[in-house]
Nanobody, 121 residues
């Protein structure tokens, strides 16, 4: 059984920074991709950032230049560094990972439980 555990959310003021972590545990052969999504009240869940196993990244236009996604393959952990936070970044942030539990098998999709990020003006 694979689990994703997020941490690092909280309440900050506009302009401040937060770093989210996503630790994967369980029977893991490899992690193909790691992504962060967010969902604000009354809105659909949206992709914030993603990173492949090779290190290629992509970002939502709204966070480009402010957020940085990274991963530590040896520790099965993903990160989202969020700088210059704005009130519109307020949302529940979810970690998503495509994980192979056995070599040469297709990766399955896993989600964390979510962590609240609140940015006050």
């Amino acid at each position: 059984q694979v689990q994703l555990l997020e941490s690092g959310g909280g309440l900050v003021q506009a302009g401040e920074s937060l770093r989210l972590s996503c630790a994967a545990s369980g029977s893991i052969s490899s992690i193909a991709a790691v992504a962060w999504y967010r969902q604000a009240p009354g809105k659909q869940r949206e992709l914030v950032a993603a990173v492949t196993s090779g290190g290629a990244t992509r970002y939502a236009a709204s966070v480009q230049g402010r957020f940085t996604i990274s991963r530590n393959n040896a520790e099965n952990t993903g990160y989202l560094q969020m700088n210059s936070l704005k009130p519109e970044d307020t949302a529940v942030y979810y970690c998503n990972a495509a994980i192979r539990t056995r070599a040469f098998r297709p990766a399955d999709d896993y989600w964390g439980q979510g962590t609240q990020v609140t940015v006050s003006s």
